[in-house]
């Protein structure tokens, strides 16, 4: 019965996750710093651009009577409050 895969197939396609996993332990500590950074800058971006859009939104309906509360809300309390 014949092999479905030959040594050298194998190890050929296992070739890109070894270079990685050399590539990982010689410059591991380098740019670590930067990746971070980036990481948080993005996160942070996005956030503010979630947070602007969602502000802008409610700006919107403010200016529509029937999304906004009234300006005075008058409770009436069939009880007094204080004994």
Same mark, same amino acid.
């Given at each position: @019965?014949?092999?479905? +895969?030959?040594?050298?197939?194998?190890?050929?396609?296992?070739?890109?996750?070894?270079?990685?996993? $050399?590539?990982?332990?010689?410059?591991?500590?380098?740019?670590? /710093?930067?990746?971070?950074?980036? +990481?948080?800058?993005?996160?942070?971006? +996005?956030?503010? +651009?979630? %947070?602007?859009?969602?502000?802008? @939104?409610?700006? $919107?309906?403010?200016? /529509?009577?029937? %999304?906004?509360?009234?300006?005075?809300?008058? /409770?009436?309390?069939? $009880?007094?409050?204080?004994?």
């Amino acid at each position: @019965m014949a092999r479905e +895969f030959t040594a050298g197939q194998v190890a050929s396609l296992l070739s890109p996750s070894w270079k990685s996993v $050399y590539n990982e332990r010689t410059r591991s500590g380098r740019g670590d /710093f930067l990746r971070i950074a980036l +990481f948080v800058g993005l996160t942070l971006g +996005f956030g503010l +651009f979630v %947070f602007a859009g969602t502000y802008r @939104m409610l700006l $919107y309906l403010s200016r /529509f009577s029937e %999304f906004t509360a009234p300006s005075r809300i008058r /409770f009436s309390v069939p $009880y007094p409050l204080s004994p």
